[in-house]
C-alpha cells in the first residue's frame, strides 16, 4: 500500500510538471524548427556554410512580429549558432555609442547645447590624437554632434565614432550601456587608429559653440576616463601581421578589444525601433526628436543624403545594407526600408536590421554576424567578404522575407508612425 501510493504520488509529480512545462517545451521546439526550417532550405554552397556554424562563427537572431487590431506589437525570436561565441563587432559598436552621446548631451541640460552645436575636438597630448576643426560635409563648415551621427549611420565613418568616443569617455559609455541592461558590451578603442589601452582612455579637450554667434557654450577639458570591463579571453586566426608588416604565426589576441554580443545588438535595434515597447530600464534616453533623427539617417541610402552628400555611391545605393541586399550595385525597390547597422573588420561582417516593405506590409528583425576569411590571417586585408560574406548575407536576407511574405497575418502592421521621421529636417 505504501508502495503503490508513493508511485501513485511520483507519476502525479511527473505528469503535473510535463503539464506545466509542455508550453515552453513547445515554444522552445518552434523556436528550433521555425530557422531550422528556413536554413534547411538554403542552397548550395549557402547551406554549407550555415552548416559548419562554428567554424563562420555563424549566429544568426530572427525576431517576428505580429500585431494586434491597435497595431501593438508581439514579438517571437529565433536563434542559429551559438550567441555567446565572441566575435570582433567592427563599426556595430558605433550606434550604442551615438545613442550615449545623445543621452550625454541632453543630460548637461545647458542653455543652447544641443547636438547642432558646434563641436571643436582639441589635441590630446596623452592620446595622440590630432585636432579637429572643421567638417567639409557639413551646411556651415564645423563639425557637431549630429553631423558626426549621420556620417556614422550613413556610411560608418570611423574617425566621427572616434569623436564622439571621446566626448562621451569610456567610463561615461560604459555606465550610460551597464545602466540600460547591455552588461556584456565592452567598448574600449578608437577605431582605425592603433593606441595602448590606456591612451584610449584618454578624452580629449571638447568645446562647445553656438553655431549663430560663435559663443563658446561648453568646455570639457581632456580627462582620463577609465571604465571597468569584465575580463574576457578571445583568440583568433591561425596567424597575424603586425604593425611592421611581419607574419606573426600565433592566433591574433582579442582580449582587449571591444565587444558586443549579437543578442545585445539585436535588442538595441529593436529598443530603437518599438522604443514605446522597451521598458524605460532597458532603453538608452532619447528625445522624441532625437529619435527620430535616428530612424531617419539608420533607414536612408548614402546616395539620397545631402550634407554630408555621397555621388561617388550613386552607383552603390546598397553601401551598407548587408542583409538582403548584400553588394548590389540595382536599384533598390523604393517600398524597402532597411533600418540598419553593420560592421566590417577582420574577417567579421555583422549586421543588425528591422526591414520593412510598405507595399507587401512586411516587417521583421534580423540580425547577422559570419567570419569569412578562410587563410586564417589576419590584418592581411584578405577578407572573404564579396565571395562568401555578401552572398550569404543576401541570400539570409531573401530567404527570410520570402518566408515573411508567405507568413499568415490576422493585422497587418500600420507604418505611418515609424515613417513620420522622414519629414523631420
Known sequence: MFYNSKHFFFRFVIIALFLLLYPTMVLF?????????????????????????????????????????????????????????????????????????????????????????????????????????????????????AQ???????????????????????????????????????????LEVSRTPIQNQWQNEINFYAPLTGNKIHSQPEAQSIAHFKPYQEFIGTGYLNSDGKLINQPLDFSNKNKMPLTQLHQLIKSIIFFEETPINQKINLSLEDRAFILKYMSMYPNHATLPSYPELNNYPAYCKF???????GKIDPEIRIFNKVGDAYGFLIDAAYIIDLKNKVEFILSACIYVNQDGILNDSHYDYNTIGYPFFKKLGQQIYQYELSRPKKYKPNFDNLLSFEQKK
Not at 542583409?323 to 550595385?329: F, N, R
Open 148 to 190: 558626426y551621427i549621420k556620417e556614422i549611420l550613413l556610411v560608418s565613418s570611423n574617425e566621427s565614432y572616434n569623436r564622439l568616443y571621446e566626448f562621451v569617455g569610456q567610463k561615461q559609455l560604459q555606465s550610460c550601456l551597464e545602466s540600460k541592461g547591455f552588461h556584456d558590451v565592452a567598448i574600449r578603442h578608437r
Open 29 to 145: 521546439s518552434q523556436t528550433k524548427n521555425v530557422l531550422n526550417n528556413i536554413i534547411e532550405n538554403f542552397p548550395q554552397p549557402f547551406k554549407n556554410i550555415a552548416d559548419s556554424s562554428q567554424h563562420y562563427y555563424l549566429q544568426i537572431i530572427y525576431t517576428q512580429i505580429d500585431r494586434n487590431d491597435k497595431n501593438k506589437p508581439n514579438f517571437t525570436t529565433y536563434y542559429w549558432g551559438d550567441t555567446n561565441q565572441y566575435f570582433y563587432p567592427a563599426s556595430t559598436v558605433k550606434l550604442p555609442t551615438a545613442l550615449c552621446a545623445l543621452q550625454k548631451i541632453n543630460s548637461l541640460n545647458i542653455k543652447e547645447l544641443s547636438k547642432e552645436s558646434i563641436l571643436i575636438t582639441e589635441k590630446s597630448t596623452q592620446a595622440n590624437i590630432p585636432a579637429t576643426y572643421n567638417s567639409p560635409n557639413s551646411q556651415n563648415g564645423y563639425p557637431s554632434i
Open 323 to 329: 542583409l538582403l541586399l548584400g553588394a548590389d550595385t
